[in-house]
């Protein structure tokens, strides 16, 4: 069936510095990816997506690039902030009812000062 | 802005009881979601709902009923709350077309004692 997988738990940085969540999926569809956040005590809210191979996609700093031959949607910032520590989430919508949505584990990203 | 509320916010249940968590959306949105969080398994999905009066199974349903009375509405029962239950419950509403964003509310954090 369809999977995500988000291999890092926690990641832990120093302000400033380049980060990079990873994120896998297996699917057996043409997948569409997203990349969800959540702030402390908050919903999760959409940060951005993509199901174009190969093209870069931009959101208030943050990019991913689909990659379908690797099966990888890494999210990335050159240069993280205070105020992106926070709990992400890589999503793929269900091959059987694309409005459903299989999410990761989730990784929580931790910036330091 | 698209709104999704949760009621109540917080909840405190015995083992064995009735609970009832209740999800408002006025985003004029066909989809309706109910997810449960865990530390280490991201969101998984519990029921979903396309239309007032139908409601699907998820990925995992069991212990759990759903209920649609109106586009607007969506309820989720546990009918014999167990301690297995303990977590923190979201709720999701989006539109129709497929890859569609899902709109969050702001949880329920459930305890059952």
């Known amino acids: 069936g369809d999977s995500v997988t988000q291999t890092e738990g926690l990641v832990t940085l120093t302000k400033g510095l380049p980060v990079m969540l990873n994120c896998t999926y297996q ?44 099966s990888s949607f890494h999210l990335q910032k050159s240069s993280v902030q205070l105020s992106d520590s926070a709990l992400y989430f890589c999503a793929l919508p269900s091959s059987g009812s694309f409005n459903k949505l299989t999410f990761g584990a989730g990784t929580r990203l931790a910036v330091c000062p | 802005e698209a709104a999704v509320t949760q009621s109540p916010r917080s909840k405190v249940a015995v083992t064995g009881g009735k609970v009832t968590l209740s999800c408002h959306q006025t985003n004029n949105h066909d989809y309706m979601y109910w997810y449960r969080q865990d530390t280490g398994h991201g969101l998984r999905l519990i029921h979903y709902s396309y239309v007032a009066d139908s409601t699907e199974k998820g990925d995992i349903p069991d212990g759990y009923k759903a209920s649609r009375p109106s586009q607007e509405n969506f309820s989720l029962i546990l009918e014999l709350a167990s301690l297995s239950q303990t977590a923190v419950y979201f709720c999701a509403s989006s539109g129709q077309g497929a890859y569609a964003e899902q709109f969050f509310g702001p949880g329920t954090r459930l305890t059952v004692l």
Do not use: C, I
């Not at chain 1, 699917?27 to 999760?44: C, D, G, I, M, R």
């Not at chain 1, 951005?48 to 689909?66: I, V």
């Open chain 1, 27 to 70: 699917t057996t569809y043409s997948p569409f990816l997203f990349w969800y956040v959540q702030h402390l005590n908050e919903a999760p809210k959409l940060l951005l997506k993509s199901s174009t191979d190969n093209k870069r996609t931009e959101h208030q700093g943050f990019y991913a690039t689909l990659h379908k031959s690797s």
